[in-house]
């Protein structure tokens, strides 16, 4: 079993930051590929970002140039850095680590830490 627990969501103005964390641990022989989702109520979990083992990043769109994801010192940890936050950011955020070097098609997903960007 694998457990992930994030934690620093909360609430921020807009154009603020935040800074999520994400630590997994269990049964971990491996450094697999490590992501952020977001969902809000009535709307799909949505990826916002990922990194691969050997360090490779993706976004979704919405976030680019504002979201950077990178690894802890153990690799088994990650971190989304939220910089520029809007409203539209707001939403339940999630971590999820996959079952292999490069997919998050199947693995295991944390609680969920909210973030809400208001004034």
């Known amino acids: 079993q694998v457990q992930l627990v994030e934690s620093g969501g909360g609430l921020v103005q807009p154009g603020g930051s935040l800074r999520l964390s994400c630590a997994a641990s269990g049964r971990i022989f491996t450094i697999n590929a490590m992501g952020w989702y977001r969902q809000v109520p009535g709307k799909e979990r949505e990826l916002v970002a990922s990194i691969t083992t050997r360090g490779d990043t993706n976004y979704a769109d919405s976030v680019k140039g504002r979201f950077t994801i990178s690894r802890g010192a153990t690799k088994n940890s990650i971190f989304l850095q939220m910089n520029s936050l809007k409203p539209e950011d707001t939403a339940v955020y999630y971590c999820?680590?996959?079952?292999?070097?490069?997919?998050?098609?199947?693995?295991?997903w944390g609680q969920g830490t909210q973030v809400t960007v208001s004034s």
């Open positions: 999820k680590r996959g079952t292999d070097n490069m997919s998050l098609r199947f693995g295991s």
